[in-house]
Structures are given as structure tokens and as C-alpha cells.
């Protein structure tokens, strides 16, 4: 017995010899918000497709409740799919209303007008959209167009709701409220979704789970905060936010790179190989004197060679002393240094993270 509703098993898909999407097994729970993310062309939207029945994958399978409802034999059409889909581009009917949008799937289902009338208010109230209910969707901004989309596509309780880059037309901070809307209708809510994204804020703000992909295979499943803390190959670190990715290895007690060396002490290294190590800007603290007590030899001298002022933070570009390599470093926004000017950076060695995975350029 499984408890996975939806179930992705070797799935593939070439376009003639190309392939796009290559071995994909993910289970969902029923409930779980999982997200995949990726650069442009990843085979994020192929893999989304074939979810929801629009295209035929090349090898393997999706099953729902243990169903199978894609193979390269059979699939199930999308009609009968149980599922729900939410595009980039809206969408919505421009003839009908706000009500009569949301309305339709259910009339569709021959449900009594009565349920009808009270289910669609609900979803209304919940997206808060009630008090535009008679207006036409040329009478509504990006985003409450987007709001209705979502609100036609989860009043009809699918089993699974899918959504391919939603936000990616609305303006930035339309985007950043309505990723936190798409959360709390799915907590309302709780439909099995998939989300497609490019935009990993908008993954780490909704999901539970994310997965990684990189030219049509996946990276690396999992929780935002382990992606973001122990990414397992160079191509998650850098895409998953900034970082600095060093190449180094372990000597005795000391992870040496290029230039330096700072002691293992507690980082987490283990038996893995350690050839590169992910290192956070903002996780090492920069100081304008030496370290008075010379045994803190995590202390790494260096000059600033590039500065930017974020608003929320600094961005310091530092070559370590007798180093080819250019370190970023962030600091509050009122921690300020000069170009040129000398520093030490404090790099705790217990926030730097190995990373096991092979290979992988970074994003
Ligand atoms: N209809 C198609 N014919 C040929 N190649 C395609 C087609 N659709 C997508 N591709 C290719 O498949 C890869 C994955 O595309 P897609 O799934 O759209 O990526 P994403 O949604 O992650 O940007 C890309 O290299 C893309 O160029
Ligand atoms: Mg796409």
C-alpha cells in the first residue's frame, strides 16, 4: 500500500531525438504542495503537459491513486483527469462574469444551483473577489483576473491542481501577494498541486516540497530549507540563492582553497569528498581589523574589490590575500567599507557546505 496520490514513475519525453524531460519519479501525498523549479527549458511545462494529459510521454508513467493514467500506450484525456490547470496567460472567459466564470465547471457538473451559488461565493470570499462578482474580466486588473483563474479552477475540488509560472505577468510586488494567496487558498483548500516556477522565492513561499530541475532531470527533491541549507550538487546551491561555490579539499584538519585554508573544526564533511563547498554571503562576518587573538585562523585576510548597496543589505566582492578568487559577502546596510580597503572575513566553518553531488554547472 502507498498513501501517494499522484505518482510519477521513469516518466520521459523526447521531441524527435531530443529529449526533454528524462527519468522523472516523484510521489506526492495527497494535500502536498510540491513545486518544480528550474531555468527556461528545463522541461518543467513538458513534464506539466504530460500531468495533465495533453501530451504522451516516451517512457514511463503517472499514476493517480495507484491508477495509471499516462503511459506511452494509453492516456487518459485531460477532460477525465480529475484535474485542474492554471496557465501564465489567464485564461478566464471574457464574455462571462466573475460569478459566471466560476460557476461554469460546476454547472458542467450538474450540481444544484442552490450548491453552486454557495460554492462559488465561498471561493469568492476566500480569494476576495465577492464584491466583483457581476463585473466582466476586462473590468479587472491582472491580478484579480489571476484570482479569478484560481478560484475557477479550485471550486471544482479537483483532485490535483496544476499551475504552469501563474504570477510571471503580474508586476513584482502583485507577484510576491498573490504567491502568499496561492498558499493560503492551498491550505483552505488542500488539492494535491504541482507548481511550475522559474522563480525560486516563489517556490520556497508556497511549497513543501520542491523539485529542482536541470535540463530535464531532477536535481534534488526536497523541503525549502534542507535545498537551501545542504543543496547536494553546484547546480542547486547556485540556483536555489546566492552563494559562493569553492572548490577545496580536505587536509588533515583544514579545508584548503585556492589562496587559503580555514579550519574543518565543524563542518559537516563526513567521508564526502568535499570538492566544492557552497559558502552563503551572508554567512560570513566581515571585519575592518585583524583578529586580536591569532588562534581564530578562520579569520581570512583579504581587500575589497567591488561594492553594491542593495537597500536591505551590502554586497562586498573580496579577493583573499595571495587568492585568485572573489568572494561575496553581505553584510547589514549599515556595515560599510571602501573599495580597495583591507578586511578580514570571519568564515564559520560550521556553515559551510559540502556538496556531495557530482558535476552540474551552476545556475
Ligand atoms: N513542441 C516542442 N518541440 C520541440 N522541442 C520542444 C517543444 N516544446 C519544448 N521543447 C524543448 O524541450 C525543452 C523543455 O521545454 P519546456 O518543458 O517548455 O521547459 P520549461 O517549461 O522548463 O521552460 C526545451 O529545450 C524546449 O526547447
Ligand atoms: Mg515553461
Not at 525549502?224 to 546551491?237: D, G, I, M, Q
Not at 551590502?314 to 578586511?343: C, F, K
Request: one cysteine or more.
Amino acid at each position: 500500500m502507498t498513501d501517494s496520490k499522484l505518482k510519477l514513475v521513469g516518466l520521459g519525453k523526447s521531441y524527435g531525438r531530443i529529449p526533454a524531460v528524462e527519468d522523472v519519479s516523484l510521489s506526492l501525498r495527497s494535500g502536498e504542495f510540491v513545486s518544480l523549479l528550474g531555468p527556461s527549458g528545463c522541461g518543467k511545462t513538458t513534464t506539466l503537459r504530460m500531468l495533465a494529459g495533453f501530451m504522451k510521454p516516451t517512457s514511463g508513467r503517472i499514476e493517480v491513486n495507484g491508477v495509471i493514467i499516462s503511459s506511452p500506450t494509453s492516456v487518459v484525456p485531460p477532460e477525465r483527469r480529475g484535474m485542474s490547470m492554471i496557465f501564465q496567460s489567464y485564461a478566464i472567459w471574457p464574455n462571462m462574469t466573475v460569478g459566471q466564470n466560476v460557476a461554469f465547471g460546476l454547472k458542467l457538473r450538474k450540481i444544484s444551483s442552490a450548491d453552486v451559488t454557495e460554492r462559488v461565493n465561498r471561493i469568492l470570499d476566500t480569494v476576495q473577489l465577492r464584491h466583483l462578482k457581476d463585473r466582466y474580466p476586462a473590468e479587472l486588473s491582472g491580478g484579480q483576473q489571476q484570482r479569478v483563474a484560481l478560484a475557477r479552477a479550485i471550486v471544482i475540488e479537483p483532485e490535483v491542481l496544476l499551475l504552469d509560472e501563474p504570477l510571471s505577468n503580474l508586476d513584482a510586488n502583485l507577484r510576491e501577494e498573490m504567491r502568499s494567496e496561492i498558499r493560503r487558498l492551498h491550505d483552505a483548500f488542500k488539492i494535491t498541486t504541482v507548481y511550475v516556477t522559474h522563480d525560486q522565492s516563489e517556490a520556497m513561499v508556497t511549497s513543501d516540497r520542491i523539485v529542482v530541475m536541470n535540463r530535464g532531470r531532477i536535481e534534488q527533491v526536497d523541503d525549502p530549507v534542507s535545498l537551501y541549507r545542504r543543496p547536494k550538487t553546484r547546480f542547486v546551491a547556485g540556483f536555489i540563492g546566492r552563494t559562493n561555490l569553492l572548490d577545496g579539499k580536505r587536509d588533515g584538519n583544514r579545508i584548503v582553497f585556492p589562496g587559503f585554508d580555514v579550519p574543518a573544526g565543524s563542518a559537516p564533511i563526513g567521508d564526502a569528498p568535499g570538492a566544492s563547498f557552497s559558502v552563503r554571503p551572508q554567512t560570513i562576518l566581515l571585519h575592518a581589523a585583524p583578529p586580536a587573538d591569532r588562534g581564530r585562523t578562520w579569520w581570512v585576510a583579504g581587500t575589497i574589490e567591488e561594492r553594491a548597496y542593495l537597500g536591505e543589505y551590502w554586497e562586498y566582492v573580496i579577493r583573499p590575500a595571495g587568492s585568485d578568487l572573489r568572494v561575496r559577502v553581505s553584510t547589514p546596510p549599515n556595515q560599510m567599507h571602501a573599495v580597495a580597503e583591507d578586511v578580514w572575513m570571519e568564515i564559520d566553518p560550521g556553515r559551510i557546505a559540502p556538496i556531495p553531488g557530482p558535476e552540474g554547472d551552476a545556475g
